[in-house]
């Protein structure tokens, strides 16, 4: 036998290899209950970390992004104690968020389109409620009140099928590209006057596409240029499953999925600095 004692040197880093080996076979041994419990628990304790000062979510929703800024402007933020302002946009293959604002009618709703004007690029005005295929038309109120009040399943037909034809949408004559409207969003964010600007990005389902590479990459150089924090959930999403980050539709989170990016928006945006973007980036390419 030897003698004296045999001594066993544990690096920090080994033992954070250790750490998300055990990690990951608990994420393969769970259900999807307790995954999501995890999930809601870890979204929990790092929000009780935060900042309590005022935070401001800008999402771009249905009207597109370029309005954000303006509405945020709107609310002089600086001078209420908020501390930090987000921008959220997905960015879609299909019908992604700086597509809406080149539009003047969207499903049936008039709305103010990003145009070129004679100083420059700018606003339009909001055209005409009345015009045939807007749900402010006289006939489509008038003729539609009756199926709207007593059934709910008839009327989200006549919506989906645009039966009633009141579902217009059309692009602005003078509208300006997606490309101009993106460096001229974000500069008008970068310009706001409150301590932190963060630009988070989301996606759809369907992340691995030619197009979101394109329009990813277009937004991430801007950004860089403005020298905007950015917190790009790409990576974090596409290595999740999708069945149990998307509803079925492929646009919309699950609670899992919100849960994710919410903690994600933390975790990049709240306790650590960013990293700066670089184009040759392999996650900028398509495909897995």
């Known amino acids: 036998m030897r003698g004296g004692a045999t001594h066993v040197v544990l690096t920090f880093r080994f033992m954070q290899k250790i750490g998300r ?16 419990e995890w999930a ?9 970390k935060a900042d309590p000062r005022p935070l401001v979510i800008l999402a771009a929703l249905h009207t597109g992004v370029a309005r954000k800024p303006r509405r ?14 987000v921008l959220s946009t997905l960015v879609d293959p299909y019908d992604w968020n700086f597509g809406r604002d080149r539009l003047s009618y969207r499903n049936g709703f008039p709305k103010p389109a990003v145009i070129h004007t004679k100083s420059g690029i700018g606003w339009s005005a909001v055209p ?56 001229w969003t974000l500069r008008k964010f970068s310009k706001l ?13 369907d992340l691995d596409t030619t197009e979101v590479a394109e329009r990813r ?34 646009s919309h989170h699950t609670p899992l999925g919100n849960e994710l990016v919410c903690s994600y ?22 495909g897995r």
């Open 21 to 36: 080996l055990g990690a990951q076979a608990r994420v393969d041994n769970s259900t999807k209950a307790q995954r999501q």
């Open 193 to 205: 006057e409150i301590k932190n600007k963060i630009l988070l990005l989301q996606y759809p389902h």
């Open 128 to 183: 005409d409620p009345n015009t045939p295929g807007s749900k402010f038309h006289p006939l489509h109120r008038e003729a539609l009140y009756f199926v709207y009040e007593r059934s709910e399943i008839l009327a989200e037909m006549l919506n989906w099928f645009n039966i009633v034809g009141d579902q217009l949408t059309t692009v602005h004559p003078n509208a300006a590209d997606e490309n101009e409207i993106i460096d």
């Open 265 to 286: 928006l933390f975790e990049q945006g709240f306790t650590k600095q960013t990293n700066a973007f670089r184009p040759d980036s392999p996650s900028t390419g398509e």
């Open 217 to 250: 990459k277009l937004i991430l150089v801007i950004a860089n240029e403005l020298s905007l924090k950015v917190v790009d959930t790409y990576d974090v999403l596409r290595n999740g499953k999708e069945n149990e980050l998307w509803y079925h539709e492929g």
């Open 40 to 48: 809601r628990r870890a979204a929990i304790a790092r929000w009780r």
């Open 72 to 85: 945020a402007a709107s609310l002089r933020l600086a001078e209420k104690s908020y501390t930090t302002l």
